[in-house]
T-cell receptor, first 113, second 115 residues
Framework: TQLLEQSPQFLSIQEGENLTVYCNSS?????LQWYRQEPGEGPVLLVT?????EVKKLKRLTFQFGDARKDSSLHITAAQTGDTGLYLC?????????????FGKGTLLTVNP | GAGVSQSPSNKVTEKGKDVELRCDPI?????LYWYRQSLGQGLEFLIY????????KSGLPSDRFSAERTGGSVSTLTIQRTQQEDSAVYLC?????????????FGQGTRLTVV
């Protein structure tokens, strides 16, 4: 059973279109992170959200943390070819005094010119 | 070094041989993760180390896979009797584990090809 489910798994769109990818769980997280991975590189952090209902914007990217802190979404406005990559969400949960990250499998986004 | 370092960056091995992949995490990071990524796919969790606690090995696909972390720092992932389906990029990440400071820093990965 995957703790964090990301959807869609694959997404191919044209430049200029808008898109939303989702990260869902039945578990509550203390914080949730979004990463982007470009070909040949390791994933790199985009944003961390920590408060239920929080919305963060990073240029054309909008991240939202669900009120119950179980889910999150990433919305990209007017996608560009440079947005192509694998988008991963990761949730942090407490395991006693330490917090462990659990990653979803990712959404592979292709933006076509 | 400033980031997570993995070696080798590329490894080609013959089917049936054993391989060792190395990860040097960021100094001070108590958590270390190993993931596997097949071409065009997402991350597959393998193993998680946290301080001196027993590692979470729940993601290891078979008993041919093992990992250790010596002195709470460097980690080695060993694959015995490699198979062609083991071909993938193996990613290592490290992080702190205190609340609200759990960002994972990834290495560049080791691309393993079993021929």
């Amino acid at each position: 059973t995957q703790l964090l489910e990301q959807s869609p798994q694959f997404l191919s769109i044209q430049e200029g279109e808008n898109l939303t990818v989702y990260c869902n769980s039945s578990s509550v997280f203390s914080s949730l992170q979004w990463y982007r991975q470009e070909p040949g590189e390791g994933p790199v952090l985009l944003v961390t959200v920590v408060t239920g209902g929080e919305v963060k914007k990073l240029k054309r990217l909008t991240f939202q943390f669900g009120d119950a802190r179980k889910d999150s979404s990433l919305h990209i406005t007017a996608a560009q070819t440079g947005d192509t990559g694998l988008y991963l969400c990761a949730g942090a949960r407490s395991g006693g005094s330490n917090y462990k990250l659990t990653f979803g499998k990712g959404t592979l986004l292709t933006v076509n010119p | 070094g400033a980031g997570v370092s993995q070696s080798p960056s590329n490894k080609v091995t013959e089917k049936g041989k054993d391989v060792e992949l190395r990860c040097d995490p960021i100094s001070g990071h108590t958590a270390l993760y190993w993931y596997r990524q097949s071409l065009g796919q997402g991350l597959e969790f393998l193993i998680y180390f946290q301080g001196n606690s027993a590692p979470d090995k729940s993601g290891l696909p078979s008993d041919r896979f093992s990992a250790e972390r010596t002195g709470g720092s460097v980690s080695t992932l060993t694959i015995q009797r490699t198979q062609q389906e083991d071909s993938a990029v193996y990613l290592c990440a490290s992080s702190f584990t205190i609340p609200r400071d759990t960002e994972a820093f990834f290495g560049q990965g080791t691309r393993l090809t079993v021929v």
